[in-house]
């Protein structure tokens, strides 16, 4: 795809939506990490469900610990791969503790030896908390760049360095947001939207739907 199309992209998504979100819920830097641990393989909506009452009794790492494993379970028991993530979350919850405080570190290598966060963990926070031009690939983001031809990758970090050559880069900060909402709610897996679709005349997939 050529600078120019990706270019006239990324300008019609910031002119429908000039301050993309998460759609996950959280007060702190703390609770959104806590959510992007949670979300993997789950929705946004299954875990903003337990997250709402979660966090008004564990809603801080000293509250976390003090709730423990075993009291994180059943309040997330229905999220998907919900034992293992309580797992991580007390274990990611004592080293935030020891070794920061219990503030959110802004380090890519800090964030990843956490349990629970990988690499697309730690862009949604270093993207959502500190600012930077990361870009999260998820499967939405996945799909919508291969399948558009804005960026081919055959593994998440292929399309993900690649939307970070292609971008231009006073996008790049909203770019992961706006390319989740439009994989999430438009270019659908099954059945993507393409006729209301505001990148349609844009997009290069051979196969657009009709209706």
Known sequence: MTPKKVRAIFERFAQANPAPATELEYRTPYQLLVAVILSAQATDKSVNLAT??????????????GLGEAGLTPCISRI?????????????TQILLE?????VPNDRAALEALPGVGRKTANVVLNTVFGEPT???????????NRSRLASGRDVRAV???????????YRHNAHHWLILHGRYVCKALKPDCPHCLINDLCEWPEKTAG
Not at 56 to 64: E, S
Not at 80 to 92: D, E, I, P, Q, T
Not at 160 to 170: G, H, N, Q, V, W
């Open 52 to 65: 709402r009452e979660l966090f008004k009794v564990a809603g801080t790492p000293q509250a976390m610990a």
């Open 80 to 92: 998907g791969l919900y034992k293992s993530k309580a797992r991580n979350v007390a274990a990611m």
């Open 99 to 103: 070794q920061y405080g219990g503030e």
């Open 135 to 145: 870009i999260a690939v998820d499967t939405h983001v996945f799909r919508l760049a």
């Open 160 to 170: 993900e360095e690649k939307l970070l050559k292609a971008i231009p880069a006073e």
